[in-house]
Structures are given as C-alpha cells and as structure tokens.
C-alpha cells in the first residue's frame, strides 16, 4: 500500500505538471499561487519535505525547489496519468510513413525511428536481438535543456553505438509490467545516464526477431502523449513483420 495522502498525492501531481513545464525545480510559493491545493504555503512546503523523506521528491542542488524522482514519477505513471489518446489522423500518418518499407527490416525499423523521432521531438532507438541498433533525432538534442550537459551528451552517444547495452536491456524485459516499459532512474539498469534523463519503450516481435522501439529524453518528457505513440507503434511494426514474414 503506498505511503501517501490524498493531500501528497495532489502536490506531487502539482510538481511534476510544474516541472514538466518549466524543467526547473519546483518551490512551493509557485504550487500555492498558480494551483488550486487549498492548503497554504507552509502546509505546502511541509509537505514537499515529507513527500522528499519519502523518496517522491528530490531537493535540487543550488536551489531551495524540489524536482520529482524516478519513483515520484513511477507512481504518477503508474497511478495518475491519462494517457491522451491518439487520433485517426495519428495513426494513418503513422502507418502511412513506413508502409514503403514493409519489405524489408531495417529498411522498416530505420525509417520507422525517423518518424518516432520527428513526431516525438525526442531522440528514438529500436534494438534488436540480432545487434542491430537504429537511432535518429540526435539534431532534437539541440532543443532540450537537459542535454546541454556534456558528460550527459557523452553518456548518450556511447549508449546508442554499444550493442551490449541494448542486448542487457532486451534481456531485461520480463522484468517490466505492461505494454510500456520506463527507465526513469539508473536503479533500473545501473546507468548514470537514468539520472537525469528517461526511456520509454514497448517491444515488437516476430518469427525471429525480437525487439524495442521507444525514445530517450528528458525526465519531463509528456509521458502521457508519449506512451500511447509509442505502444501503437510497436504494435503496427510487429503486425507488419510477421505479415511481411520479415526475419
């Protein structure tokens, strides 16, 4: 049973709403002027230091504001979000962008993180159980805050060229509940890089192929747009490989 109030759980809806939008720490003057918590100031701020003790917020460094931690935004995931659903418009434009290359994989698996990428504004990766590793969006870097950071950047781009790493992840995947899978902290898969950023994936499978498609980005990535995308792109991948009787 989780160890929050209803009170909790409605400022740590608040802080990660905030945070998502602004991607600074959150502050409780912020919440007690521009939400609707019926509590004051102090109640807020006293609050946001349990919710801290309880492992759901983390105190920013250089600032007295709170950002959400991997677990503060497992539970919202797991227990808050609404995920938007997607449009008819959606998933024709989906489907309609990779249907010229059903013939072949990694025409297919290339082309369709292009388009996760270009649609998602984040960086998209899909795996393999055969080593091959696709990526795009790398340019979307140049408008996200957080990878502003070098030693994040390299972390990065050594990831997405290192086979190992995506095969530990796929191996990994029994151990994920749902359709969708997160990487929200590097407790998950032991990578520093989790620190800061997140990954949400979904698996898609075939005769012989096994794999993950999904998108690397902030913590603060609109996981409630994101997830639906990224569930019904997999889905329409595996449809076309084991029709197409891709290996």
Known sequence: MDDITQRQIDILRSVIKEFSEIGEPVGSEILEKKYKLGVSQATIRNEMVVLTKKGYLKKAHFSSGRIPSAKGFRFYINKLMKEKEMSTADDVAYKNSIWDDRSERHKLLSQATKVLAHRTGLIS???????????????????????????????????????????????????????????????????????????????????????????????????????????????????????????
């Open 125 to 247: 990766v899909a795996a393999t159980n055969t080593g091959d590793i696709y990526y795009a969006g790398l340019s979307n870097v140049l408008n996200i805050h957080e990878f502003i950071d070098r030693e994040l950047e390299r972390y990065l781009f050594e990831r997405l060229e290192e086979v190992q790493y995506w095969e530990r992840i796929l191996s990994r995947l029994d151990q994920f509940e749902g359709d969708i899978f997160y990487l929200l902290g590097d407790d998950d898969v032991g990578d520093p890089m989790y620190e800061s950023c997140a990954s949400v994936f979904a698996e898609f499978e075939g005769e012989k192929t096994k794999g993950i498609i999904g998108v690397v980005g902030p913590k603060r990535m609109r996981y409630d747009i994101i997830s639906p995308q990224i569930k019904y792109f997999s889905t329409l991948l595996e449809e076309i490989i084991k029709n197409q009787n891709l290996t």
